[in-house]
């Protein structure tokens, strides 16, 4: 099998496996017991955050463990949202972009339903770049005071690209205004210093990094207040509540440092396999038609409209020769709608039904993607016989 599918998910490495294993087993301690067990749990946890605050240069304090992307998303942006307006109840507007993953556009659908903020979406262009000023022009009203959190991803999971988030965030410090940035797709191949991008809150995901599914990551900037979403114990300082899953803690931890290890050497070798394989579907696919931006995308995707074909039975026919890809993004699999990342974009809705992204992890071969190039040729040729017979 060759495994485009990446952006979905990852197997967890067996270093992680090995890090994590032990608070499964003998060292099953509740972090928050006072005897031998528990204090054991309490410092692998205190270890997990100082190792994960080193990758992000942040305090320890400044993070919270999460049950994953979506969760670090929702806190961010209820959160502080949430806070921020009692502070002040001005502060009732909600700045996104049209490319957000739904953990974030559908929080902040929920915020305007049940809490009344309103909600500006900022447009991208046709590559899927936000343009600073239009960003600016957006914040702008009232110089931003009654913005409670504008939130735009670092790199996108459908088509990759990635946005100048360090641009942006400038401009909504100018303006006082918290700056979120999903990160759960660039975590492993961007940067992720959180002081140096300037961002007040990040999320990340364990799954996409080689830590198990159901672990994430939110960093807050210290001094950013934010209303937690789960009560109870009050761990995580009172962030989030619930026994922590000490196992999945160190995991994360374990899988950011080692991709932080990694990240130089994996991503030349990442962006030179991905543009053979772009420059060879181009070529040899007339009808193909690149999606996101060429160069500022992610190392690791390349995404493509396929006019005339069907994604879906694209992927079912590579499938068929062992090769795994993504017809949109897993969060939206099983919806027959065109990608609203997609359409965001200015692509028509017929030829959005028609898109494919593959994704890679930094162990792919140049041969593998050979490969899988000579079978989407032979794929996307089959099924545009079959469309127009
Ligand atoms: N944000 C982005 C950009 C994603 O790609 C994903 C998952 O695909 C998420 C958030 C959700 O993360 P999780 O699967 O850990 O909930």
């Not at 100018?174 to 191949?189: C, S, Y």
């Not at 181009?282 to 996101?292: H, I, W």
């Amino acid at each position: 099998m060759i495994f485009l599918d990446a952006a979905a998910t990852t197997p967890v490495r067996r270093a992680v496996i090995e890090a994590m294993f032990p608070f499964l087993t003998n060292q099953f301690g509740n972090p928050s017991s006072h005897h031998e067990l528990g204090e054991a749990a309490a410092n692998a946890l205190a270890a997990a955050r100082d190792q994960a605050a080193d990758v992000l240069g942040c305090h320890p304090e400044e993070l919270v463990f999460t049950s994953g992307g979506t969760e670090a998303d929702n806190l961010a942006l209820k959160g502080i949202a949430l806070a921020r307006r009692a502070t002040d109840p001005r502060r009732s507007r909600l700045v996104i972009s049209a490319i957000e993953h739904p953990a974030v556009a559908d929080s902040a659908d929920y915020l305007h339903r049940v809490h009344g903020f309103t909600v500006e979406v900022v447009p991208v262009g046709p590559d899927g770049m936000v343009d600073p000023a239009k960003f600016s022009r957006v914040l702008a009203g009232a110089a931003g005071a009654d913005v409670a959190v504008a939130s735009v991803m670092y790199a996108n999971n459908e088509v990759g690209t990635v946005q100048d988030v360090a641009a942006l965030a400038a401009i909504a410090r100018e303006r006082g205004v918290p700056f979120h940035t999903d990160a759960v797709q660039a975590a492993g191949w961007l940067p992720l210093d959180v002081r140096a991008l300037g961002v007040d809150a990040l999320s990340i995901s364990g799954h996409k990094l080689g830590a198990p599914k159901g672990v994430g990551l939110l960093y807050v900037r210290g001094g950013v207040g934010f209303e937690p979403l789960i009560h109870g114990g009050g761990q995580e300082r009172g962030s989030r509540s619930g026994t922590e899953n000490v196992a999945f803690a160190v995991a994360l931890a374990t899988a950011l440092r080692l991709s932080e290890a990694d990240r130089a050497a994996g991503v030349e070798h990442a962006i030179r396999l991905r543009d053979a394989f772009i420059d060879q579907v181009l070529a040899r696919v007339p009808s193909a038609r690149l999606t996101g931006h060429r160069t500022s995308r992610l190392p690791s995707v390349a995404s493509f409209c396929f006019p005339g074909t069907s994604g879906e039975s694209v992927l079912l026919e590579l499938e068929r020769q062992s090769i795994i890809c993504s017809s949109g993004s897993a969060c939206a699999a099983g919806s027959d709608e065109p990608s609203a990342v997609l359409t965001a974009m200015g692509i028509e809705r017929e030829v959005a039904q028609t898109a494919l992204r593959f994704s890679f992890g930094s162990d792919v071969t140049g041969d593998q993607l050979d490969a899988a190039a000579d079978e989407l040729v032979l794929a996307v040729e089959r099924v545009g016989r079959l469309g127009r017979g």
